[in-house]
C-alpha cells in the first residue's frame, strides 16, 4: 500500500472543498497552515497552487509530521513544515522570514491518527496510559492532572472544558481513588466516572466518560488559550482580501472564533453562519458531522 493510501484511510479530511474554495490558493500565494495533522488540506493547497504556491505548515506532533512529510514529498519544494505550537505564529512566521500571507487555516482538535493509533490516552475506548499529550515535548499530562490539582480544581476543568454536569461528584470520586492508588489508565478512569454518576444521569446519546476526557484532554493542551492565541496574532499576517479558516469541533471552540472574528475591527466575517458538513460528507465521515467552519476575510486598509 502506498503512503498516500495509507494516510488518506487514517484522517479524512473534513469540509476540505468548502474550505479550499474560500482559501482560493493561486499559484505564487503563500498559505499557512496551522494544523498540518496528515496533511490532507495542505496537499490541497499544494495541488491548486501550482506551480509556484508556498505551504508553511505547523504541526507540533512529530508522529504526524512524520507521516505528512511522506505523503507531501512531491511537494517538498513548496513546503516548509514547523514543529511549533500555532500559537507561536508570529514567532515561527518570523523564523521563516514571512511577513504576509495569502490564507490561513486552523482544523483543530485531534487527527485520527492520535483518537485511533496514538497509544495516548485519549480514548475511553481502549485501555492506554493517560497521557493525552499532542505534543510529546510538553510536561504536563493527563496523569499529572488526575494526580495533582486539588478537587475544585478537577470539577472546574470538568464543568469547563467538558460541560459535564456531574463534574462535582467525578473529581470527589477521583480524589478518593487516588488516596489509596495512582490513576494511571483510561480504564481505571473510565471505571471511577462511571461508579461516581448514578446510572440515571448516565448520558443517552454519549459514553459517560465522553466529556470528562474532552476535558483533560483540552487542559493537558491548553487548547482554548492556544486557539485565542492563534485568532489574535494570525490576523496581521493576513493581506488585505487574505481569509482565516477554522474549523471548530465542539461548542467551546466555536464560541471563541465566532467572538474573536466578531470583534476584530480588522476582519469582516464571511459566514454568517457556521458551515457544517452536507449530508452526504457526514454518511462517508461520521466525525465530521460536529465540524463547524467559520471565515473571515481581511479588511482592506
Ligand atoms: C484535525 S487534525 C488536522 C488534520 C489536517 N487538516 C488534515 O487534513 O490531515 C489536527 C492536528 O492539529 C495538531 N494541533 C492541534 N493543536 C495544535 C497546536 N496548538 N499547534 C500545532 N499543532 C496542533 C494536532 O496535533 C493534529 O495533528
Do not use: G, L
Given at each position: 500500500m502506498s503512503a498516500r493510501l495509507d494516510v488518506d484511510h487514517i484522517h479524512t479530511s473534513v469540509l476540505l472543498a468548502e474550505t479550499l474554495d474560500f482559501i482560493n490558493p493561486t499559484s505564487g500565494g503563500v498559505y499557512v497552515d496551522g494544523t498540518l495533522g496528515l496533511g490532507g488540506h495542505s496537499e490541497s493547497i499544494l495541488d491548486r497552487s501550482g506551480p509556484d504556491g508556498k505551504v508553511i505548515a505547523?504541526?507540533?506532533?512529530?508522529?504526524?509530521i512524520e507521516k505528512a512529510r511522506a505523503r507531501l514529498l512531491p511537494y517538498k519544494n513548496r513546503l516548509q513544515i514547523i514543529r511549533r505550537n500555532f500559537a507561536e505564529i508570529s514567532e515561527g512566521l518570523e523564523d521563516a522570514k514571512v511577513t504576509e500571507i495569502d490564507g490561513l487555516l486552523i482544523d483543530v482538535g485531534l487527527s485520527s491518527l492520535q483518537l485511533d493509533v496514538g497509544e495516548r490516552g485519549f480514548s475511553f475506548q481502549r485501555d492506554e496510559i493517560l497521557d493525552m499529550r499532542m505534543d510529546n515535548r510538553q510536561a504536563i499530562t493527563a496523569q499529572f492532572i488526575l494526580a495533582t490539582c486539588s478537587q475544585t480544581e478537577l470539577a472546574d476543568i470538568f464543568f469547563y472544558y467538558g460541560e459535564e454536569r456531574q463534574a462535582r461528584p467525578i473529581a470527589s470520586a477521583i480524589v478518593e481513588y487516588r488516596a489509596d492508588k495512582a490513576i494511571e489508565t483510561t480504564k481505571q478512569l473510565v471505571s471511577i466516572i462511571t461508579r461516581a454518576v448514578p446510572k440515571r444521569y448516565h448520558p443517552k446519546k454519549i459514553h459517560a466518560a465522553t466529556k470528562v476526557f474532552q476535558a483533560l484532554r483540552i487542559a493537558v493542551n491548553t487548547e482554548l488559550e492556544n486557539l485565542a492565541k492563534i485568532l489574535e496574532d494570525g490576523v496581521r499576517f493576513l493581506k488585505p482580501g487574505a481569509r482565516f479558516c477554522v474549523i471548530s469541533f465542539h461548542s467551546l471552540e466555536d464560541r471563541i472564533v465566532k467572538a474573536k472574528f466578531k470583534n476584530n475591527e480588522e476582519l469582516e466575517l464571511l459566514t454568517a453562519k457556521a458551515v457544517?458538513?452536507?449530508?452526504?460528507?457526514?454518511?462517508?465521515?461520521?466525525?465530521s458531522r460536529s465540524a463547524r467552519l467559520r471565515v473571515a476575510q481581511k479588511k482592506d486598509k
Open positions: 505547523f504541526e507540533w506532533d512529530e508522529s504526524a457544517m458538513p452536507s449530508p452526504e460528507e457526514i454518511a462517508v465521515n461520521k466525525r
